[in-house]
């Protein structure tokens, strides 16, 4: 297989504790919706520790994934997956057993030895979402309750912090302007408990930015604004010059902070990044426009202008690795923020002025054979249309959506292009390239131009949660390809 990755300069080397000079400490989502995930072992030896990784989020208490943490002294938040909340909530026993198995199991003060230096617990991932309406809403609190006083039993809670994942879309404003923002009214009395919760337990607040996803439906607020290039007409609020979108999430949250009576809570962000592929300006390029800017405002130790010298306590880069199974309901793009390729090579160069020692890759992937599988263009594709549905609806085709890399290769190519994710997915076997008789196996790499036809890997393991979310993920991606075929 072709390899067209270049050697990437330091990236991850910055993912350090700096709170002591005054500067966020940095680290990485780790996640694991993909259909052959590289073994976690792997990420860890090859990824992490040579990058100098020392924090890690995770979506969920994976012991896979736990079990190659052990040892590595890097700093973990586990995270707790929505549709457990209800149960955690309603069962102090479930919350019990859900600590004995995915914390006391693996923890360790230091990392040392076996154990597992877990930091936090994150309890939900963004359950307010304005999309989710109640679904999680009335749970979340009572769950994290009867996280921390299972914690307390276990004698953890003085050394493990509760944290409640926000998104962006908790607080709103009628402007731009971080002094207008306030908190959503029909999260007034969740968003006090919450509150009340995280103060009294000593915690952040976690929010979750999605800057790409602004910058699609905020037209009034340029691509330079978002990727710390703004040169000139800086946005005024009263005393308060914002250049950038990520100050303005900042302080949006500060506000509103203050307006709900907690102006001094701590603020961390358990999600940032930029994506390289699915849309219009999701590149590599300005990937490494908005990192390379990212990582320069925080070595600045400016903060915001509501919290000048006080910038978050932590922020985590999203993500580590590609996912070909994340839920894309925000967008396509949402399968492409990894700083790695989903088999663990960099995608893009980014000087940090901390050396020239190139990002190490994953260096013995364990791909599966040198094949793909294409359309067969001497059979009659009338009705190809239902295979691509058929193959979009279960592996991942977001790269053919306009603006992707894979957007341009027109009509037949796209069809194989579908039929080869779904072939790989599926482990290179002789029914992932059937297709009702429309599929070809190949020892001819099809790929276009920047247009990569991937081979998967070799795996041990399924994905749980991707077998969880396989139906979601089918209506999804129904909706979202059927129209691809003939572009």
């Known amino acids: 297989m072709r390899s067209d990755h270049h050697p990437v300069t330091l990236l991850l080397l910055l993912l350090v504790s700096w709170n002591p000079n005054g500067v966020s400490a940095v680290g990485v989502n780790w996640g694991l919706d993909s259909s052959n995930p590289l073994p976690p072992s792997e990420v860890v030896n090859e990824l992490l520790l040579p990058n100098g990784v020392t924090r890690v989020k995770l979506p969920d208490a994976d012991p896979g994934v736990l079990q190659s943490l052990s040892g590595s002294g890097i700093g973990v938040i586990v995270g707790i997956r929505n549709d457990m909340l209800r149960n955690l909530s309603q069962s102090k026993k479930a919350a019990a057993s859900w600590v004995h198995d995915n914390v006391t199991r693996y923890f360790s003060d230091n990392g040392a030895g076996s154990g597992v230096r877990i930091d936090y617990i994150a309890v939900g991932d963004e359950p307010f979402l304005l999309s989710y309406g109640q679904q999680y809403q009335p749970y979340v609190i009572n769950a994290a309750t009867n996280i921390g006083i299972a914690l307390k039993a276990a004698k953890l809670s003085d050394r493990i912090k509760l944290i409640i994942p926000c998104s962006s879309d908790v607080y709103q404003t009628n402007s731009s302007l971080p002094s207008k923002a306030q908190f959503r009214p029909d999260l007034n009395t969740t968003m006090v408990d919450l509150l009340s919760f995280l103060s009294n337990h000593s915690s952040p607040f976690v929010l979750n930015m999605n800057l790409f996803s602004s910058f699609q439906h905020n037209k009034n607020l340029s691509l330079d604004f978002h990727l710390f290039q703004l040169t000139s007409k800086p946005l005024t609020d009263g005393h308060s010059k914002y250049d950038n979108y990520f100050d303005l999430s900042i302080d949006s949250l500060v506000s509103s902070l203050s307006k709900a009576g907690f102006s001094g809570m701590e603020i961390m962000v358990g999600k940032v990044g930029w994506p390289t592929d699915g849309a219009l300006n999701a590149t590599s390029a300005n990937a490494q426009i908005f990192m390379q800017g990212l990582f320069d405002h925080l070595k600045a130790k400016a903060g915001s202008p509501l919290r000048p010298k006080r910038p978050p306590t932590e922020i985590y880069l999203f993500t580590l690795l590609d996912e070909n199974q994340f839920i894309i309901t925000t967008g396509n793009f949402e399968r492409h923020y990894g700083i790695f390729t989903f088999d663990g090579q960099a995608k893009y160069n980014m000087d940090l002025g901390q050396g020239s020692r190139p990002l190490n890759n994953v260096h013995e992937v364990n791909y599966l054979d040198q ?29 053919l959506s306009p603006g992707g890399s894979c957007a341009g290769i027109g009509w037949p190519v796209n ?50 949660y991707y077998q969880r979310s396989a139906v979601l993920q089918r209506v999804v991606s129904l909706f979202a390809f059927a129209f691809l075929v003939y572009v």
Request: aromatic share 8%.
């Open 415 to 464: 069809v194989s292009y579908a039929f080869n994710n779904y072939f790989q997915a599926n482990g290179q076997s002789q029914e992932g390239c059937d297709f009702n008789g429309l599929g070809l196996s190949t020892t001819v790499d099809p790929s276009v131009g920047d247009c990569r036809f991937v081979i998967g890997l070799r795996t041990s393991g399924s994905n749980s």
């Open 371 to 399: 094949k793909w599988c294409v359309v067969n263009n001497n059979k009659d594709l009338s009705n190809v249309t239902a295979s691509v549905s058929q193959a979009c609806a279960s592996a991942d085709c977001s790269s």
